[in-house]
C-alpha cells in the first residue's frame, strides 16, 4: 500500500473504489440536467453540481449496492437521484436563509437570482422522480419520495422553530433526521432494496444512514464553532444567522438570568453587536456544550458503526465503518 493510499480519506477511497461508477452517475447527471429550451438550467445546476462536493450521498448509494452484490444497471440511477434530491434541497435552502457562499462559493441565487434558485431546484425534483420511475421497482420510488416530503418537512419544522429559545433537543432531533439523515437513510436502504436483500439488512442499511446523517449534522453544526475550512464556512456562521443548533440549545437550557438574557437579544431577536460571538462561544465552553455535542455525535457514530454487523463482511462494509468514524474526527 502507498502512502498516498494510507492517506486517503474514507471517501476518497470510497470514490476511488467506485470510480467507474461514479463516472457512469456524473455522466448521467450531466445528461439529465440538460435543458433544450431552458439554458438557464443546466448553467444554475452545473454551478452546484461541479462545485466540487464530495459526491458523499451517492456515493453511499453507490457503495450499498456493491456490498449487497447487486449487478445491474440502477445503482446509477438511483445515485444520480439521490444527488439531483440533494442539489434541489440546497437551491432552495439558499434562498430560504438567502446564503451568498457554498463550498466556499457564491450561490446560485447570488449570482442569478431566487426565482432561478426555486426553478430550477424545482426542474432537479422532478429528474430526480424520472430517474427513480425508471428502475419500475416500486419500493424504490416510495422510499426516495417519503426522503423528500421528509426533507420538506424538516425544513418547515427548522423555519419555524429558528430563533425560538424554547427549542428542544429532541425537536432539533426531528429537524436532522429530516433535512439531513432522510436522504443519507434513503440513499444506503436503496442499495440493498435495488438488490433484493433480506429484511435484516435493508433495516441495518437503513439504520446506518440514519445515524451517519445525524452525526454528519451534528458534527457540521459543532464545527460552526470550531471553525474547519472543509466545511466552506467561516466560524460563527451559525450564531450570525441566528441558527438554533445543537450547541446554543444545550448552553441556552444550562444558561443563568444574564446568560438567557444574551441569548435572547442575540438569537431570538437578532440585536448581535461586536464582541457577541467570543462572549457566545465563551458561554458554550463554560457549560461545556461543545464537549457534549461532540460525546452525541459520537454516539450516534457509535449506532452506525453497529448496524454494519449484520451485513456480510467485506472490504466495503469496513469502510464504511471507516467512513463514521471520519465523520467525528473532523473535529479532533
Known amino acids: 500500500m502507498s502512502l498516498d493510499t494510507m492517506c486517503e480519506k474514507p471517501h476518497e477511497r470510497l470514490a476511488r473504489l467506485l470510480a467507474d461508477e461514479l463516472v457512469a452517475v456524473n455522466g448521467l447527471i450531466r445528461e439529465r440536467m440538460a435543458s433544450e429550451h431552458a439554458p438557464r438550467i443546466p448553467e444554475v445546476t452545473a454551478h452546484l453540481v461541479e462545485a466540487g462536493g464530495k459526491r458523499l450521498r451517492p456515493l453511499l448509494t453507490l457503495a450499498s ?16 437521484t439521490v444527488e439531483f434530491i440533494h442539489t434541489a434541497t440546497l437551491l432552495h435552502d439558499d434562498v430560504v436563509d438567502e446564503s451568498s457562499k457554498r463550498r466556499g462559493r457564491p450561490t446560485a441565487n447570488l449570482l442569478w437570482d431566487n426565482k432561478s434558485s426555486v426553478l430550477v ?47 428542544t433537543e429532541a425537536t432539533y432531533l426531528q429537524v436532522v ?40 449534522q451534528i458534527v457540521d453544526d459543532l464545527l460552526d464553532y470550531g471553525g474547519s475550512d472543509a466545511t466552506g464556512k467561516n466560524i460563527g456562521d451559525d450564531f450570525r444567522e441566528r441558527k438554533l443548533t445543537l450547541p446554543v440549545i444545550k448552553a441556552v437550557a444550562a444558561a443563568d438570568d444574564d446568560e438567557r438574557t444574551f441569548w435572547d437579544r442575540t438569537i431570538a431577536r437578532g440585536k448581535q453587536q461586536e464582541g457577541d460571538l467570543d462572549h457566545a462561544l465563551t458561554l458554550l465552553r463554560a457549560h461545556g456544550a461543545l464537549e457534549q455535542t461532540r460525546v452525541e455525535a459520537l454516539e450516534w457514530v457509535s449506532r452506525a458503526k453497529a448496524a454494519m454487523g449484520a451485513l456480510p463482511e467485506s472490504e466495503m462494509r469496513d469502510l464504511l465503518v471507516d467512513l463514521a468514524d471520519y465523520v467525528v474526527e473532523r473535529v479532533n
Not at 421497482?137 to 424538516?154: F, K, P, Y
Not at 435493508?202 to 451517519?212: K, P, S, T, V
Open 177 to 216: 433526521r429530516g433535512k439531513t439523515a432522510a436522504l443519507f437513510s434513503a440513499a444506503t436502504e436503496v442499495g440493498g432494496v435495488i438488490a433484493d436483500r433480506p429484511e435484516a439488512e435493508i433495516r441495518a442499511l437503513f439504520d446506518y444512514g440514519d445515524a451517519l446523517g445525524i452525526a454528519f
Open 121 to 167: 431546484g424545482d426542474y432537479l425534483f422532478a429528474r430526480s422522480f424520472q430517474l427513480m420511475t425508471e428502475t419500475g421497482n416500486l419500493r424504490v420510488l416510495r422510499i426516495l419520495s417519503d426522503a423528500a416530503a421528509t426533507i420538506a418537512e424538516g425544513e418547515v419544522l427548522q423555519m419555524t422553530a429558528a430563533q425560538d429559545l424554547s427549542t
Open 65 to 80: 449496492a456493491r456490498l449487497c452484490g447487486y449487478d445491474g444497471p440502477y445503482h446509477v440511477h438511483l445515485a444520480a
